[in-house]
């Protein structure tokens, strides 16, 4: 049986590979990290010409001298050195026609890798609307290699890429087209036989590559660990650099000139512009969205009703997923006996993720958004946008897009900073980015705001309820920017980080990559949460319901029989189910740490959900769906935010929960660091428990005081 063949692509960021990767995989793909390091990896499968191929979406790149840890991912794939991806059969490099010497640049250090290499002129549309033409043709002959022009998002289009690969052998492109100068060359041959062959085991291929990547940058000296090797590494250097300056040839900038003299080589009479300055559609639009005075107002305008749409929108999709599990739990609770295992299935398994699954459209509509922002390219203009003021409280222009994706999961956003190379921008945006009001956070905020805040019409447009969830976003964000201006202050740094982002095109979205996104996240939140909250509710099931009391009997019994007949018998039965749940084992926890949490307006109840999340903050839903189911044993099966609103003290008869606590609740979740995963993540990026320690510990005092000033202070006024 033959080997499977794979296929890399490989690219500039913004050049329309994940579109292209969707195009040819379509659903037979797979989302990870590469092992060992917190890098996006996406791996598909394709038919094409009756052969199976493995296609692998490599991290953008602008060089095969690689600067950040995507970018070395992308240079040891492809040159056969990582342990974990086998080196491709066949490259695929996107190139945007309508900024062809930037992109050619890889192009000609992919071509030096001796392997067999396709050139797609992504972007074709996009060029012809700045009045660019390309002759495709041409610039084929003059690289050796084939060149497909393309609109990827097109699936015909698709095919004339699947065609070629099934109907023409590709040969590696020969080596060295740029035809280095006589100096460079001799530099290339010293570092190849006096260091890269005696002490690398390099494939042979990449020797002219690894070579130049010395030559040019101290970076990749210092990457060597051992330090005499590194010394004698450094000798070599510069003697292969001396030979340059005494041809009088600048040893960091000859390799850059030499292949933007071959790229010139190729465009010269291949492209073609219009003299007159044509003013495309996304100039058009980009005059009012990176205005700057009207871009930060379109910005906000924008998230506002982002968050007012997931909250109208989805709400007749819970509703009915609410009604599901209520009569799913109605109909197992009378078809099966009484007994453990019926309570079990209906207080803990069927409670539990029927808390937590509710809230799926609402995740779902979020990333449907935050996927068409991306899509769109007006992700990128954000950033653009936010710059300035990014800046001013201490942040970098490139803190943007990580501080976005904060809205979707902390984790991706604190690996997207990745991109910020400055050491002091990174550190700062790492420590701000759990304020950003992630999705798992929106369970907590919906139930609290359904059950607490009225549903009441807001300028005719607006409700209470969104402005309420916007407000929480907004909390986050502006808690984010004085953290950052504090941490400015007390991180110093001397070294300047200039913003440099290419805006991207405005287009369509794919929705079919749209809607796909949707949907694996959803598929991701319901397998992946669901498998925490179900062990979680089972286990708080048994904590809730154990040690078991014997009922009527031991709760009249300490009851004056003048208190007894105070209540009617559905109090009393009330009054028992809530006796039970507080001799529990997890309420004899929670009561031993409700006193440092009651000056927040929360209960036990809320104490012991305030534990569970630290699994995963939407747990903190799952968990107070169980606890009531067993309080309510017995009782017709009704919503959580019902249960929330109708429970009252045993002793003052006052309702448990008011607005305040509510609020003082979601202020608490908006603030504080409640997620396992995201310190081990910050621990990981960091390489330090120092940082994560600083996070937790800052984030909880922060969201402690800030929650007891709500609750003491609106429980004052009202």
């Known amino acids: 049986m033959s080997r499977e063949k794979t296929i890399a692509l490989v690219g500039n960021p913004n050049t329309g590979k994940s579109t292209l990767f969707n195009g040819l995989t379509g659903l037979k793909q797979k989302i990870a990290n590469y092992p060992g390091v917190t890098v996006e990896r996406k791996v598909g499968y394709a038919k094409i010409g009756g052969e199976k191929y493995r296609i692998v979406d490599l991290p953008g790149s602008y060089s095969l001298n690689p600067k950040q840890i995507d970018e070395r991912i992308t240079y040891q794939v492809l040159a056969g050195t990582y342990e974990h991806e086998p080196a491709p059969d066949l490259i695929v490099v996107l190139v945007d026609a309508s900024n062809l010497d930037r992109n050619l640049y890889l192009t000609s250090q992919v071509m030096d890798l001796g392997i067999p290499v396709i050139v797609v002129l992504s972007m074709i549309d996009v060029a012809q609307d700045r009045g660019i033409n390309v002759d495709a043709d041409r610039i084929s002959k003059v690289l050796g290699v084939p060149v497909i022009p393309m609109v990827a998002k097109e699936e015909r289009e698709v095919q004339k890429l699947r065609d070629y690969i099934s109907g023409h052998k590709v040969d590696p492109p020969k080596p060295l087209q740029w035809s280095p100068s006589e100096p460079l060359q001799k530099a290339i041959e010293t570092l190849?036989?006096?260091?890269?062959?005696?002490?690398?085991?390099?494939?042979?291929?990449?020797?002219?590559?690894?070579?130049?990547?010395?030559?040019?940058?101290?970076?990749?000296?210092?990457?060597?660990?051992?330090?005499?090797?590194?010394?004698?590494?450094?000798?070599?250097?510069?003697?292969?650099?001396?030979?340059?300056?005494?041809?009088?040839?600048?040893?960091?900038?000859?390799?850059v000139l030499s292949r933007y003299d071959y790229i010139e080589k190729c465009t010269s009479g291949s492209v073609t512009e219009s003299s007159e300055k044509i003013e495309t559609i996304s100039d058009k639009i980009d005059a009012v969205v990176t205005h700057k005075i009207f871009g930060p107002i379109i910005f906000v305008m924008i998230l506002l009703l982002m968050f007012q749409s997931i909250f109208s929108w989805a709400e007749p999709f819970m509703n009915l997923i609410d009604l599901l599990f209520i009569e799913t739990g109605t109909w197992v609770s009378k078809t099966l006996p009484e007994g453990i295992l019926n309570d079990l299935l209906v207080e803990g398994v069927i409670a539990g993720l029927g808390g937590?699954?509710?809230?799926?459209?609402?995740?779902?509509?979020?990333?449907?958004?935050?996927?068409?922002?991306?899509?769109?390219?007006?992700?990128?203009?954000?950033?653009?946008?936010?710059?300035?003021f990014m800046t001013r409280i201490g942040?970098?222009?490139?803190?943007?897009?990580?501080?976005?994706?904060?809205?979707?999961?902390?984790?991706?956003?604190?690996?997207?900073?990745?991109?910020?190379?400055?050491?002091?921008?990174?550190?700062?945006?790492?420590?701000v980015l759990p304020f950003m009001a992630c999705s798992a956070r929106l369970p907590v905020y919906a139930i609290m705001i359904a059950a607490f805040i009225p549903n009441e019409s807001f300028l005719g447009i607006f409700t209470l309820q969104g402005l309420t969830f916007f407000g929480l976003y907004f909390l986050g964000i502006v808690t984010a920017i004085i953290a950052a201006r504090v941490m400015k202050q007390i991180i110093k740094s001397d070294i300047p980080s200039?913003?440099?982002?290419?805006?991207?095109?405005?287009?369509?979205?794919?929705?079919?990559?749209?809607?796909?996104n949707v949907f694996d996240r959803g598929r991701?939140?319901?397998?992946?949460?669901?498998?925490?909250?179900?062990?979680?509710?089972?286990?708080?099931?048994?904590?809730?319901?154990?040690?078991?009391?014997?009922?009527?009997?031991?709760?009249?019994?300490?009851?004056?029989?003048?208190?007894?007949?105070?209540?009617?018998?559905?109090?009393?039965?009330?009054?028992?189910?809530?006796?039970?749940?507080?001799?529990?084992?997890?309420?004899?926890?929670?009561?031993?740490?409700?006193?440092?949490?009651?000056?927040?307006?929360?209960?036990?109840?809320?104490?012991?959900?305030?534990?569970?999340?630290?699994?995963?903050?939407?747990?903190?839903?799952?968990?107070?769906?169980?606890?009531?189911?067993?309080?309510?044993?017995?009782?017709?099966?009704?919503?959580?935010?019902?249960?929330?609103?109708?429970?009252?003290?045993?002793?003052?008869?006052?309702?448990?929960?008011?607005?305040?606590?509510?609020?003082?609740?979601?202020?608490?979740?908006?603030?504080a660091m409640q997620c396992m995963s995201t310190i081990a993540i910050v621990k990981r990026e960091t390489n330090s428990w120092k940082w994560p320690a600083v996070m937790f510990t800052y984030m909880t005092a922060l969201a402690y005081i800030c929650s007891m000033l709500v609750y003491q202070v609106g429980s004052a006024i009202s």
């Open 356 to 388: 937590v699954v509710i809230f799926l459209p609402q995740i779902m509509f979020l990333f449907f958004f935050i996927s068409i922002l991306e899509g769109t390219g007006y992700m990128a203009r954000a950033a653009f946008v936010m710059d300035g």
């Open 524 to 671: 991701v939140f319901v397998t992946e949460a669901g498998k925490i909250i179900l062990g979680i509710s089972i286990v708080l099931w048994f904590l809730a319901s154990f040690p078991r009391m014997e009922s009527q009997n031991n709760f009249v019994a300490e009851q004056s029989v003048e208190n007894v007949n105070e209540y009617s018998p559905d109090q009393t039965e009330q009054q028992q189910a809530s006796n039970k749940l507080r001799q529990s084992y997890a309420g004899q926890f929670g009561q031993f740490i409700e006193p440092v949490i009651k000056p927040l307006g929360f209960d036990w109840k809320i104490g012991i959900g305030l534990i569970t999340s630290f699994a995963a903050r939407e747990v903190m839903v799952g968990t107070l769906n169980t606890i009531y189911s067993v309080q309510h044993e017995g009782d017709e099966q009704m919503a959580l935010r019902e249960k929330l609103r109708s429970d009252v003290d045993s002793e003052t008869g006052e309702p448990i929960y008011t607005v305040w606590t509510a609020l003082s609740l979601m202020v608490f979740f908006a603030l």
């Open 498 to 516: 200039p913003f440099i982002m290419e805006l991207p095109s405005y287009k369509m979205p794919k929705w079919s990559g749209v809607f796909y």
């Open 395 to 431: 942040l970098h222009g490139r803190s943007v897009v990580p501080l976005m994706s904060g809205f979707a999961c902390a984790i991706p956003g604190i690996m997207a900073t990745r991109t910020i190379e400055n050491w002091r921008d990174r550190i700062i945006t790492i420590m």
């Open 192 to 255: 190849i036989n006096k260091w890269i062959k005696p002490n690398t085991n390099l494939p042979e291929r990449v020797w002219t590559i690894e070579a130049l990547r010395f030559i040019g940058d101290d970076q990749a000296i210092n990457l060597i660990n051992d330090i005499k090797k590194q010394h004698q590494l450094r000798e070599i250097v510069e003697e292969a650099r001396r030979l340059l300056e005494e041809s009088g040839k600048n040893y960091a900038a000859e390799e």
